[in-house]
């Protein structure tokens, strides 16, 4: 109890609990059911031609993302920092980083978006700081400084027969290694869960949290709408230090592969969160909690939502579904293992709003992880369909809707990403995700004016881009602007709209029914193999015609009277109960 107590009292005495009261959420947040689309600064828009993408670029594709149905932007860090991790290293919390513009550029982002009805969130990075930040910089000074206890400092366990000294047990760097990094001028190690040049903070230090709690609200105030939190499971290790258990074999790295127990997800995080929560609340517009959630299944995702008190993070992120079947290598279209995610998620989080995710800046493109070379295109409508009709958040990356895909480098002195260059050839990085977004045909696909962009704009932009694929009526962008407006319009697509999962289906398919407050049922049926299937529909909207409102490569156009209906191969209908 003491540290709540602590945090209390340091929050009372800057008069910030004292200056807010909560105000009353709506009926319906403005995130449930919401549409968020993942934008990388970097590769997005560049507005003033030095090959990197900024706020400003943002800003000028705001009317794209709002034809395409997008209610929330998240944007990756923007923060000053020495991009040695492309913005997840912060020098500086309470800045613009002058190569994305200036906070005069982000203040005007804010308001053109809110023009707009699209909301602006915040990554924000409250695991590590750049080893630039003044914090660290303090902190590294002296074992005496008041910051030194910021970071997780720790004397050698020994010395080796050379004098090494060795550090204080087996934890690893996420990114190779070990996660102790040697200081000599004050003769302890500090920890690092990421790169060197990321210092974990300490968050068992009240004034930790106190400081970041700050850094909060300085963004609120600013008018975003809420936060993705970067890492969040990593913020506390286990005190005592000891080793994690070893699971046998080694990574790309080299490095024993560790079951990482003692410094991910201990629980004493739900305790910040929870106290996160409540600084959030103070604000009004429903502002959003959102965190990077890797979990082992939807019991323990359960618990990220605070459980049946749900006062944690309204949307942990799910990535059972999108990353659960193609995490490790090549996805699999398997029917059965996205019925019974889905239904998990829809029975087992006591009634909370999944947020689904099948791309992200981290991870190969779900294009390449579920595609089979043949049916690329009727694949990849299958998984907007998923995402963007099951009763979710939906979470879109930059490009997804285009069907972009990773373009990893060939040559290891092409990569920018460290861990490319640290793991090659078994860890070739993330620079394949993360190519500039192809807006034209035209030279730079249109994201800049320069010949040289950060990352080498994809050869396929010729043929796959936004201008394109406007044109072009049975393209993947206009699957996804006509199921987000489906979204929007259709009754047994709101928010609180019911789901249920068929669950007694033909093995490669996949179908579910939405019913809104008119009383309609929507019948979504999805083939999932290289066969035509054929459902019985009668079971689950009845005898009565149903109304096409969207077919991928399926025959029906209008109505359809019979109830056995058969789908083509790898297609998508989506029909509405009728009269």
């Given at each position: 109890m003491l540290r709540p107590i602590l945090a209390t009292l340091l929050a009372l005495s800057s008069g910030t609990l004292l200056a807010q009261t909560a105000p009353t959420p709506t009926a319906t947040p403005w995130w449930k059911g919401a549409v968020l689309y993942e934008i990388y600064p970097r590769s997005f828009q560049d507005s003033n031609g030095d090959g990197v993408g900024d706020l400003n670029g943002i800003t000028s594709r705001l009317d794209y993302l709002q034809k395409l149905g997008i209610d929330g932007i998240w944007i990756a860090p923007a923060y000053p920092s020495p991009q040695v991790d492309f913005g997840y290293d912060i020098s500086?919390?309470?800045?613009?980083?002058?190569?994305?513009?200036?906070?005069?550029?982000?203040?005007?982002?804010?308001?053109?978006?809110?023009?707009?009805?699209?909301?602006?969130?915040?990554?924000?990075?409250?695991?590590?700081?750049?080893?630039?930040?003044?914090?660290?910089?303090?902190?590294?000074?002296?074992?005496?400084?008041?910051?030194?206890?910021?970071?997780?400092?720790?004397?050698?366990?020994?010395?080796?027969?050379?004098?090494?000294?060795?550090?204080?047990?087996?934890?690893?760097?996420?990114?190779g290694h070990s996660a102790w990094e040697w200081d000599a001028g004050t003769k302890q190690f500090y920890y690092h869960r990421f790169y060197v040049q990321q210092p974990d903070l300490n968050w068992r230090n009240p004034a930790v949290e106190k400081a970041m709690f700050d850094v909060l609200r300085f963004w609120l105030d600013k008018g975003v709408a809420g936060f993705r939190l970067d890492a969040i499971p990593s913020l506390f290790e286990d005190p005592a230090m000891r080793n994690e258990p070893e699971k046998g074999g080694t990574n790309a790295y080299g490095d024993p592969n560790l079951n990482t127990i003692y410094t991910d997800n201990l629980p004493e995080v739900h305790g910040v969160i929870a106290r996160m929560r409540k600084v959030v609340a103070a604000y009004p517009d429903d502002r959003v909690l959102i965190g990077e959630t890797y979990l082992p299944n939807v019991e323990e995702l359960d618990k990220w939502y605070g459980g049946a008190a749900k006062n944690e993070l309204q949307l942990p992120m799910d990535m059972l579904l999108g990353f659960g079947s193609g995490y490790a290598g090549h996805g699999k279209l398997d029917a059965t293992f996205f019925r019974n995610t889905i239904n998990a998620a829809e029975t087992k989080l006591q009634g909370s709003e999944p947020l689904f995710v099948f791309s992200n800046h981290d991870n190969p493109r779900d294009w390449d992880r579920y595609s089979d070379g043949v049916h690329d295109l009727q694949i990849a409508k299958i998984l907007a369909t998923m995402l963007l009709t099951t009763r979710d958040t939906a979470l879109l990356y930059y490009g997804e809707e285009l069907g972009m895909k990773t373009h990893t480098p060939t040559r290891v002195e092409d990569v920018q990403d460290p861990i490319g260059k640290l793991g090659w050839p078994k860890e070739k990085g993330r620079d394949g995700e993360r190519t500039p977004m192809q807006w034209t045909a035209d030279a730079q696909a249109g994201f800049s004016t320069n010949a040289h962009t950060w990352l080498p704009v994809a050869a396929d932009h010729t043929t796959l881009n936004v201008v394109s694929e406007e044109q072009d009526p049975n393209s993947l962008l206009r699957w996804y602007q006509q199921l987000t407006h489906l979204r929007d319009s259709n009754p047994a697509f709101a928010p609180d709209a019911k789901i249920n999962v068929l669950m007694n289906t033909a093995a490669d398919v996949l179908a579910y029914t939405r019913a809104g407050a008119d009383g309609k049922l929507v019948l979504v049926a999805i083939n999932m193999s290289d066969a035509p299937q054929t459902l019985d529909t009668s079971a689950y909207v009845g005898t009565g015609a149903l109304h096409t409102l969207a077919a991928s490569n399926a025959p029906q156009n209008n109505s359809v009277k019979s109830k056995q209906v058969t789908l083509p191969p790898f297609s998508v209908w989506v029909a509405e109960q009728g009269q």
């Open positions: 500086d919390y309470e800045a613009i980083d002058p190569q994305y513009g200036t906070m005069a550029d982000f203040e005007k982002l804010v308001a053109a978006a809110k023009q707009r009805h699209i909301r602006v969130l915040m990554d924000m990075v409250l695991n590590h700081t750049s080893d630039k930040d003044p914090w660290f910089v303090q902190s590294k000074s002296s074992r005496t400084d008041p910051k030194r206890d910021w970071y997780v400092w720790r004397d050698p366990k020994g010395y080796d027969k050379d004098g090494k000294p060795i550090p204080p047990n087996n934890w690893q760097s996420v990114f």
